[in-house]
């Protein structure tokens, strides 16, 4: 079945960075687009960053433009989202997705807290 694993979050102060990393199983990972969607506190979730399935074409969401970068691996079946110059209003649960035969599948999420 499909599992997508997140980890990487933390506390970080304003300013810092993060790496975040998901590691996907369960479909043919370099056939899939994938996404990195966030979820603040009394918010709905958002998405952050996308990316296509060969990895040459990437989409942000423009609070995060110029400081956050998704990328993949497929030989390593994972996809990775570098955060730079983090600001409070980064503060999310941060969850990885693929659309996969007719459904969207999630991960568990990791927290990032960006606070001093």
């Known amino acids: 079945q499909v599992q997508l694993v997140e980890s990487g979050g933390g506390l970080v102060q304003p300013g810092g960075s993060l790496k975040l990393s998901c590691a996907a199983s369960?479909?043919?990972?370099?056939?899939?687009?994938m996404s990195w969607y966030r979820q603040a506190p009394g918010k709905e979730r958002e998405l952050v960053a996308d990316?296509?399935?060969?990895?040459?074409?990437?989409n942000y969401v423009d609070s995060v433009k110029g400081r956050f970068t998704i990328s993949r691996d497929n030989a390593k079946n994972m996809v990775f989202l570098q955060m730079n110059s983090l600001k409070s209003e980064d503060t999310a649960v941060y969850y990885c997705?693929?659309?996969?035969?007719?459904?969207?599948?999630w991960g568990q999420g990791t927290q990032v807290t960006v606070s001093s």
């Open positions: 997705r693929v659309w996969w035969v007719h459904k969207y599948y």
């Open positions: 990316i296509t399935s060969t990895g040459d074409g990437t």
């Open positions: 369960g479909f043919t990972f370099s056939n899939y687009a």
